[in-house]
């Protein structure tokens, strides 16, 4: 198994990227990332891999990864659908420095998943941002 590692630029807050996934789920009937590269580990990513996005400087949520597809966008640009699972699972908060692109990230490396319903998991990301920052969370 292995994940992958993404900026979500543009977005600071789990619900805003909830929200955005909502609406285009509710547009287009599916929750794909599109990138311009196809992952070469492919295989070892859908054997139960998720994308781990960064926001503001920190890891803050994942989702499992369902699907890699190659395509041909219309401007005739190989690109590749990343297919999401709708479900954000919210991961203690890890600092990461920016890239562009995506990153592989060993499943050793990853940071472990926040209880659904733990007091962690009902903060607002602001304060889990800083409680990581702090080495606390």
Not at 3 to 22: D, N
Not at 96 to 104: D, N, T
Request: glycine share 8%.
């Amino acid at each position: 198994m292995l994940h992958m590692l993404k900026l979500c630029v543009g977005v600071t807050e789990i619900a805003h990227l909830a929200r955005f996934q909502h609406e285009r789920l509710a547009r287009t009937g599916g929750n794909a990332h599109i990138t311009r590269m196809t992952p070469r580990r492919a295989a070892e990513i859908l054997d139960g891999g998720s994308l781990y996005w960064i926001m503001a400087g920190m890891i803050t949520v994942r989702q499992r990864i369902l699907g890699i597809e190659p395509f041909v966008a219309a401007d005739g640009v190989r690109r590749c659908r990343i297919e999401l699972d709708p479900q954000l699972v919210m991961v203690a908060p890890r600092p990461h420095r920016p890239f562009q692109g995506w990153r592989y990230f060993k499943p050793q490396d990853a940071p472990p998943d926040l209880d659904a319903g733990s007091q962690a998991a009902e903060m607002p990301d602001s304060m889990r941002r800083a409680l990581g920052d702090l080495g606390l969370l």
